[in-house]
């Protein structure tokens, strides 16, 4: 069954490596991650941002089908489906939809606001049984409609939020969503290592894992991140191994039109590199 990410991360913090966040977009992405998960004996988390819900329908379409594979395929391997960026009301949706996990954002409320709204959904989680990522200090970029304008988070608002017994939390420390611009002037691990000596211990989150080099992976995770969010990577790979395949006429010939045929090496894409990431995160055979 799938499991809250609560238990997956505090082990991750504890061994010294992260939980890869993947975000899903369809059919194709799920079972690409879930059965690389498998094959590498890895803790996964299954984000989906409200747009991508939309997009397969609903929440409750999504927990239907993640559900299903997760039982068809055979999985055993500690999974979790998370909200991603979440409002209040996709909050709410979430939880009714079956989630495991919530992340409910409210950094770009004014801090008192984000504290109250967090402490709302910190209990209502723990009721549910489910587990709450929160964050502080926007994260840069763009993620379905989700902006942020970068902000470093302050340390005295994350001790704050922590505090509210939230499970994981989100610091905003220079990182951004999608492709880093060329200049960027990388993560502020000063500021990282101050939210962890403040925090009480809990599990860190990285967004916009995409592009950040190996080095900076591995130093943000000593200083206390268990878990890394990858959606802009595997949406890249996907597209470049669709376009190879056009490019080189194979949907012209025979029945490579057909899309089990013409999206079968964007699945394999992002099989290689959740992969990848599993192995950069240090989360193989960690199950």
Known sequence: ?????????????????AVAQININNLEWTKAVLTMAQEQSSPVILGVTGGAAKYMVSFSTV????????KSLGITVPVALHLDHGTDTQCYACIEAGFTSIMFDGSHYPFAENLAKTKEFVELARAKGMSIEAEVGAIGGEEDGVVGAGDVADPEECRQIAELGVDFLAAGIGNIHGVYPEGWIGLDFDVLGKIRDVSGGIPLVLHGGTGIPAEMIQKAISLGVAKINVNTECQLS?????RKYIEEGKDKTGKGFDPRKLLAPGYEAIRQTVKEKFELFGSVGKA
């Open 1 to 17: 069954m799938l499991v809250n990410a609560k238990q997956m991360l505090e082990k991750a913090a504890a061994e010294g490596y």
């Open 63 to 70: 927990a239907a089908m993640v559900k299903e594979m997760f």
């Open 238 to 242: 996907f597209a470049a191994a669709t």
